[in-house]
């Protein structure tokens, strides 16, 4: 059986349809705790009698947008970016280049953000963004080092087999 995750708008939705379909709470009542109309407590009581919980999932949930770069573009145009060594192109320049020499016609500032994301900058950066991305990148560091940290570990529970 597939695991339907919900997120807690939907669980409680599910809740309360559940309860007015086991009989527990009115339809009324569920209009008011959900703030929909009894029309749509209708359709979603009917939806979970012939579908169950999965009626209240979305159904796009784990999709990536149509319109969306593929990874495998966006891993060719970092590459391509270190591919230069010596004298790096701005942003602009680099845009013309893929527009020209690899068919990929993208904005100046999807390329921007591609290569911000990987940590690239460009030469042309100003100061104040350089520091920006800087500081960016130390406090992700700092909270992934926090949860790290924080992060209960499964031998403070389990009990030494030695002790036992």
């Known amino acids: 059986m597939k695991r339907i995750e919900l997120t807690v708008n939907e ?5 309360v349809i559940k309860a007015v379909h086991h ?35 979305h159904k796009n949930k784990k999709r990536s ?27 602009v320049h680099f845009t013309e280049i893929l527009k020209q020499e690899h068919g990929i016609n993208l904005t100046d500032t999807t390329v921007r953000t591609i290569l ?28 992934r080092h926090e949860l790290s940290t924080n992060l209960p570990r499964s031998c403070e529970f389990l009990a030494d087999s030695d002790t036992i």
Not at 123 to 138: E, F, I
């Open 11 to 15: 669980i409680k939705k599910y809740n």
């Open 23 to 57: 009989g527990k709470k009115t339809k009324q009542r569920a209009c008011v705790e959900l703030t929909l109309s009894l029309r749509q407590i209708n359709r979603l009581l009917n939806n979970y009698v012939q579908l169950g919980k999965s009626a209240f999932s």
């Open 65 to 91: 947008p149509k319109h969306s770069l593929p990874e495998s573009t966006k891993t060719f145009i970092v590459e391509l970016y270190q591919s230069f060594t010596n004298l790096k192109p701005n942003v």
């Open 116 to 143: 911000y994301n990987h940590g690239m900058i460009s030469p042309k950066t100003h100061r104040k963004t350089v520091k920006r991305l800087k500081q960016q990148k130390k406090v992700a560091q700092q909270v």
